[in-house]
């Protein structure tokens, strides 16, 4: 089958599954902010938070069903879920959610028992979306305001480390599950939630000095990404022992310039409704430009979780959301507020002091392959120690991001294992130091 009857077909499941989904529901979707509320008591916090970020706010008992027994074999999984401090970009306490899953059985690899935080990929921008909600059944699903569905896409990952005997700990982000919007792909505000993740789970576990390594692709392979280089001055007391930072979003303009109209474009919208919410003076030029459809769709992204993008708005051009038919990034470039804003999102300016590896597809059609190069660069050129591995899949179907952005995923960290042995060597003292590029 070619890529466009295939894509044709895409739309054609999509346009079918959301007659069926949408028939009560139908006509644009009222304000985020009239809509979108925390998933459930837990994830509610507080009248008021501790200073101290990472600090435990408060853990709740779950049965981790959708993740493998762990070394001991025991299954279901003994998991918490938990709410922990943060600081927004701005330094602001927040409070943010994730889910621990602790081993009580033998840790099968090299040194002290780690604790791994992984940070998940792109799940969406309403607080259902939150892993956390879905991570005890491996799905979570809601008919309010509209049918919406968000899946665990960190089972396997969480399952494989949990088998050898770590502790694992699948972060949310900030505004994701609890009050406030979800400020997607916001470099300070993603590293912090990774970093303090890392605080609270050596506190859950008692070994505050615990080794810690990091896993994270696309979305989280940018959220480690900024918690490598942020962890110095950020969390200097985080044992940080290594780093995988998959197609990592390290340079947010050219992401955008790339996803825009493929099968995932509306993500685009997750990023401008964040960078609106924290930087309001955006908000006034954004309105001037969208037409009114324009405004009710980047309303409906932020109560949605991708795969209702997928299913819902498949191949979203931003060009249809604007007055004069342009694209968001076109139009964003000639308005003098967020140049700053966009700049300020470029990972790369601080050296991580823990080994990175960073990997990404040649062909990837979501993350630009040259933008991860040049983060490596970029960090081996200030004496990092980094390692990058190209991936070389050919191109299967561009435009689809499955098998082109998900495949090298796969490939890397699965099926030819490359991602668990370099954090193993790293927690080991077995890494050889210096810079790799390949």
């Known amino acids: 089958m070619s890529a466009t009857k295939f894509r044709r077909g895409v739309v054609a499941a999509a346009a079918c599954c959301v007659a069926v989904a949408t028939a009560s529901t139908a006509g644009a979707a009222p304000a985020p902010e009239a ?8 994830h509610r916090p507080p009248a008021s938070l501790p200073a101290e970020p990472g600090a435990v706010v408060k853990t709740e008992p779950i049965d981790a069903l959708a993740v ?14 938990v709410m ?25 690899g090299p040194g ?3 604790t791994v935080v992984i940070a998940p990929g792109t799940t969406g921008q309403a ?27 960190e089972a396997v990952s969480a399952s494989r480390w949990s088998q050898l005997g770590a502790r694992v700990f699948l972060t949310d982000y900030i505004g994701l599950g609890t009050p406030g919007i979800h400020t997607y792909a916001n470099r300070a505000e993603t590293g912090h939630a990774v970093l303090d993740a890392a605080r609270a789970a050596n506190d859950i576990a008692g ?29 200097p007391d985080v044992n940080l022992k290594g780093v995988w930072a998959g197609a990592p979003v390290a340079d947010l303009t050219s992401v955008l310039g790339q996803v825009d109209g493929t099968l995932i474009g509306g993500v685009i919208g997750y990023a401008l409704n964040g960078f609106v919410d924290r930087n309001p003076e955006l908000r006034a030029r954004v309105d001037q430009i969208v037409t009114p459809e324009g405004r009710a769709t980047l309303d409906r992204l932020a109560t949605g979780c991708i795969g209702d993008v997928i299913l819902k708005q498949p191949f979203l051009n931003t060009s249809d959301l604007t007055v004069d038919g342009r694209s968001m990034l076109d139009w964003l470039g000639e308005i003098p507020e967020a140049g700053p804003v966009l700049a300020d999102q470029k ?5 991580p002091t823990a080994p990175v590896l960073i990997t990404n597809g040649v062909n990837d059609d979501t993350i630009p392959y040259e933008q991860s190069r040049r983060l490596a660069d970029d960090w081996c050129g200030q004496g990092g120690d980094i390692t990058f591995d190209t991936n070389d899949m050919p ?13 090298p995923q796969i490939v890397d960290a699965y099926a030819q294992d490359k991602v668990m042995p370099f954090l193993l060597e790293s927690l080991s003292g077995e890494h050889a130091d210096g810079c790799r590029i390949g």
């Open 35 to 42: 809509v979108d509320t925390v998933v459930d008591g837990f």
């Open 68 to 81: 493998a027994p762990g070394s001991d074999g025991a299954w279901p999984a003994s998991a918490q879920q």
């Open 84 to 108: 922990f401090t943060s600081r927004t970009q701005d330094d602001e306490p927040v409070a943010v959610t994730g889910t621990f899953v602790d081993s009580t059985g033998p840790w099968n």
């Open 112 to 114: 002290e028992r780690p």
């Open 127 to 153: 607080d259902h979306c939150a892993p956390s909600a879905a991570f005890a059944n491996g799905m979570y699903a809601t008919t309010t305001p509209e049918p919406s569905f968000s899946v665990n896409q």
């Open 207 to 235: 070994d505050s000095d615990a080794p810690v390594l990091l896993w994270g692709y696309s979305q989280g392979g940018g959220a480690t990404a900024a918690a490598a280089e942020l962890a110095p001055s950020y969390a």
């Open 347 to 351: 990972i790369g300016k601080r050296v």
């Open 395 to 407: 191109a299967i179907a561009p435009g689809l991001t499955i098998p082109d952005h998900f495949g």
